[in-house]
């Protein structure tokens, strides 16, 4: 491990040239449409060129009365709503981002200075403490800190980071401070690439409506070539019309074979269509994205922030009967696992769970003299208090019970199958608890839950009626996904897999065919599965809460 004492950052002329040499944290391009981009889309059209073409002949022959006109306003129109709705989806798309920290502190010269989070150069040492997000990707130089990655993996454990690990940009510290050596800086990030992924519009791409109807004005414009040709000569040479009227009657000829109401009347659709879903405050890339979302006929979804709440919550606690054979079977069990939890930090969704259901008031009956704290670490995934000569733990049972496992492991998979995350509590008569010096006496399983979005049974009923299958796609265990998409009343949650025995692209396939609920899912894999549905005819939308959703979120 190396001592902070003697890491000592850049100096003043090593940020200068690195700063000369480009290697400073700031974005330089994006795949965002610039302004120049959306006009030329929105005007330099096939549709328009034949308008176009259409008024330079009545101009030149000189039929310049308003009337010979009314068709471009069709044209103006059609434009700008495009345009003006672009610019507001550019304007909201732009502020994606995942690091979100304005300054940072950067040891220099020996010194330790806050500066803006764009001033940073490659090489530069950071100081990263409990609280702070990580803006660009770094390597741990000193010290050990606990870090939230859920962002960036869909993961909600703490990982422990020691010196030589590294950290992602847009993860955050949880625990203790560390100073760390930037690795990469601006659009080279892990961060920044996601985002640039995120914003970025494959300009080809196009609705089956529109591309229809372009392909209509298509033939339409190739097929009046001739017809405007055959209808000039006529006027001229065969009724003796002048140049003028020869044109005139061509151009309200040709005007009445474009279906310009048509393009208008679908621009109109999308923009009323784009304003309802901004009013539910949904952000789209362009006004096709629109068509495109009522074409969907397989949705995949999340667990966590989809089918339920953020929020975390206790559904019940169930005594062991080891308990009532312990020497603490005199306590009550609510006021001890209350003593307990509200001794520790709530610096997590699991605790402030725990906190809420067993408060400080019913703690207060009960006086245990602590001696020290053991913060919950994502290697031990347990917390807890010890005291005199005892401690009381409480975190996952496989940890805890150790040996003892294979006593419990039936209780608690059945708890686990009905969609709960369980924790055990229990006394270790022991001070030593890292590592721990025997497996706990259990005196109690919490069950813990994300409740069902109050609302998630309609929608997934209304996604039903609309002929739209749904495909649950989650990091955790398939059995408790399975069970929680049964209550939220999707059709086939009782068809689940877990994705770890998916090994082969054949494998994935045949699962999008077969399964409804995916449990153990990588980013990856999720983006795997996207396509193999894709794969199979099927238009495919993805919703995620979470950075690692995507890769997925875009092949969709």
Request: hydrophobic residues 45%; proline residues 3%.
């Amino acid at each position: 491990m190396s001592d902070s004492k003697d890491i000592k950052g850049l100096s003043s002329q090593e940020v200068a040239s690195r700063v000369a040499q480009g290697q400073v944290n700031r974005a330089t391009t994006s795949d965002v449409k610039t302004t120049s981009q959306i006009i030329k889309e929105n005007t330099l059209t096939y549709f328009n060129l034949i308008f176009a073409v259409l008024t330079i002949l009545l101009l030149i022959s000189g039929n310049i009365g308003i009337s010979n006109f009314t068709f471009l306003p069709v044209v103006f129109i059609n434009a700008i709503l495009g345009i003006v709705q672009e610019l507001r989806s550019r304007k909201i798309v732009s502020k994606l981002a995942i690091v979100t920290t304005p300054n940072v502190t950067v040891l220099r010269d020996g010194r330790l200075t806050t500066i803006p989070v764009e001033d940073l150069v490659l090489d530069d040492a950071i100081q990263l403490s409990a609280g702070n997000q990580i803006s660009v990707d770094a390597n741990v130089l000193s010290e050990t800190v606990q870090v939230d990655e859920s962002i960036l993996t869909g993961e909600a454990d703490e990982i422990s980071k020691a010196p030589g690990d590294e950290l992602m940009s847009g993860s955050f510290v949880v625990a203790g401070t560390c100073l760390a050596k930037v690795i990469r800086v601006g659009e080279d990030t892990y961060a920044a690439k996601l985002v640039k992924e995120a914003k970025a519009v494959d300009s080809s791409e196009q609705s089956e409506m529109i591309r229809s109807i372009n392909a209509i004005v298509k033939w339409v414009g190739i097929l009046i070539i001739p017809l405007a040709l055959i209808m000039l000569y006529q006027s001229l040479f065969i009724n003796q019309i002048g140049f003028g009227g020869a044109v005139k009657s061509m151009v309200a000829a040709v005007i009445g074979l474009i279906p310009e109401g048509l393009y208008l009347l679908t621009t109109i659709s999308l923009v009323a269509s784009t304003m309802r879903l901004a009013r539910k405050q949904v952000v789209l890339h362009d006004m096709k994205s629109v068509e495109k979302l009522a074409r969907v006929d397989v949705l995949c979804i999340d667990k966590t922030g989809t089918i339920t709440e953020n929020s975390m919550s206790v559904q019940d606690y169930i005594a062991t009967a080891a308990f009532d054979k312990s020497p603490d079977t005199g306590l009550r069990l609510d006021s001890l696992i209350a003593r307990v939890t509200n001794e520790l930090a709530g610096d997590n969704d699991t605790m402030e769970a725990l906190q809420a259901y067993f408060t400080k008031e019913q703690a207060n009956g009960l006086t245990l003299k602590k001696k020290s704290l053991q913060p919950f670490k994502s290697s031990n995934k347990y917390s807890g208090v010890i005291y005199d000569g005892f401690s009381y733990l409480i975190g996952a049972p496989q940890i805890l019970l150790g040996d003892d496992w294979s006593t419990y492991e039936e209780e608690v998979n059945h708890y686990a199958a009905q969609g709960y995350r369980v924790l055990a509590f229990g006394k270790l008569t022991s001070e030593q608890v890292e590592p721990l010096a025997a497996p706990i006496t259990p005196y109690a399983f919490i069950l813990i839950s994300n409740p069902i979005r109050q609302e998630a049974p309609e929608t997934f009923a209304y996604f039903g009626r609309q002929d739209v299958a749904i495909k649950v796609i989650s990091g955790d265990d398939p059995v408790t996904v399975s069970h929680v998409a049964g209550k939220a009343q999707i059709k086939g949650a009782e068809n689940y897999v877990d994705a770890r025995t998916l090994v082969t692209d054949d494998m994935v396939k045949e699962a999008s065919r077969t399964y409804t609920v995916f449990g153990r899912v990588t980013p990856g894999l999720k983006r795997q599965l996207v396509l193999a549905l894709q794969g199979d005819e099927h238009i495919v939308a993805m919703t995620g809460d979470g950075v690692n959703d995507v890769l997925a979120l875009k092949a969709a």
